[in-house]
């Protein structure tokens, strides 16, 4: 690929991935999770635990490595850190996820 093709085409990814976070977020706010695709549900979550940067590639990986988005929130954050990327911050994010649904549950039938 030649230097010229290279640098339009890194311009082409920052433009698209330029408030990419934003839109992600007020898409949620408007219409909630329906929408979301996997990829796209981890991303808003990891958005929370790294500040910059495309967090893309890392849900992928995350769904490479666990196959699925429940077995991603049902895994212990000793095998989370084990996915390039995946810090102790995010990896205690993403376990808080099933224990909060948990607790929500019962306080919701409770009522």
Not at 53 to 60: M, S
């Amino acid at each position: 690929m030649s230097i010229h093709k290279d640098h339009r085409r890194r311009v082409k990814n920052r433009f698209l991935s330029e408030g990419h976070r934003e839109r992600l977020r007020a898409r949620f706010l408007q219409s909630g999770l329906d929408s979301f695709n996997d990829i796209q549900v981890l991303e808003l979550l990891l958005f929370y635990t790294i500040p910059q940067g495309d967090v893309n590639p890392l849900a992928h990986r995350l769904l490479d490595h666990f196959g699925n988005l429940h077995n991603v929130l049902e895994a212990p954050p000793e095998q989370l850190v084990q996915v390039k990327g995946i810090g102790e911050h995010a990896a205690v994010l993403l376990g808080l996820v099933k224990g909060l649904s948990q607790k929500y549950l019962i306080d919701y039938e409770e009522k």
